[in-house]
């Protein structure tokens, strides 16, 4: 039989990189025993790189459920190391913070990503890289302009 879909196809060399990544991650959070689970480390990673952020957009960016994203920061917060606030742009939503005390273990999170990132990268010569990079970027941001065009249009036909 004739192979239909094509292995190779753009999205499932993102999808098994991102794949990878992940799993190659997690076993750098778990082999530093820093404490924290996979998915406790990725929320204070995420928190990290967008700043405060409402509990429900966090829960989307690491795609979760609102449940579990929660439990996750009921643990974080327990911790001390994130905290929640009511958002000044609506009383219902909940922003999350990062508290001082997550700071060396943002430290330690981004040796394990430099780790992850120097293998995926491998022999890769820096242009090639950065041009990966950059068209990762474009890629990233179609992606964004289309599913806010398509929030907008959603939105304008209810």
Known sequence: M????????SSFLLLDIARLLRAEFERGVADAALGITAG?????ANVARHGPLRQNDLADLIGLGAMSMTA???GLENEGLVCRGVDPKDRRAKL?????AAAPLLVELE??????????RGGIPEDDWEAFCSMLK?????????????????????
């Open 2 to 9: 004739q192979q239909l879909i094509d292995s190779d196809a």
């Open 111 to 120: 040796r394990i990503g430099d780790v992850v990132r120097a293998v995926t």
């Open 138 to 158: 474009i890629a990233r941001d179609n992606h964004l302009v289309a599913h806010r065009s398509q929030r907008a249009s959603g939105a304008n036909s209810a």
């Open 72 to 74: 996750v920061l009921d």
């Open 40 to 44: 406790e480390a990725r929320t204070l």
């Open 96 to 100: 999350v913070h990062l508290t001082d």
